[in-house]
């Protein structure tokens, strides 16, 4: 059964820096590609970035191009996303999901099949 467990939400003052992580079990990580998404409350959900299963290639939303960057560590079953200049509008529940085999990077949530159950990003202004 596949699981991701992600972590390092919390809460920091516009402009902080946070490093969230997911860990994935029940499959083999390498082979997959990943990606992470946010729910605001009220919103629907958005994606984020994404990196595809070599870690050779990367994508971004606008809305964090330039203040994030997605990595992954095969060797750990982990995928990061470093969050930095955070706005009180990256606040949400970031999620982290799989992609298909050999897949990514795609900003397409109905590509990704499994998902984790969220780190809660709060920014205050």
């Known amino acids: 059964q596949v699981q991701l467990v992600e972590s390092g939400g919390g809460l920091v003052q516009a402009g902080g820096s946070l490093r969230l992580s997911c860990v994935a079990s029940g499959r083999t990580f390498s082979s997959y590609g990943m990606g992470w998404f946010r729910q605001a409350p009220g919103k629907e959900r958005e994606f984020v970035a994404a990196i595809n299963w070599t870690g050779g290639s990367t994508y971004y939303a606008d809305s964090v191009k330039g203040r994030s960057t997605i990595s992954r560590h095969n060797a750990e079953n982990t995928v990061s996303l470093q969050m930095n200049s955070l706005k009180p509008e990256d606040t949400a529940v970031y999620y982290c999901?799989?992609?298909?085999?050999?897949?990514?990077?795609?900003?397409?949530?109905?590509?990704?099949?499994?998902w984790g159950q969220g780190t809660q990003v709060t920014v205050s202004s």
């Open positions: 999901a799989t992609d298909h085999p050999y897949g990514g990077p795609s900003r397409d949530e109905y590509e990704y099949d499994y």
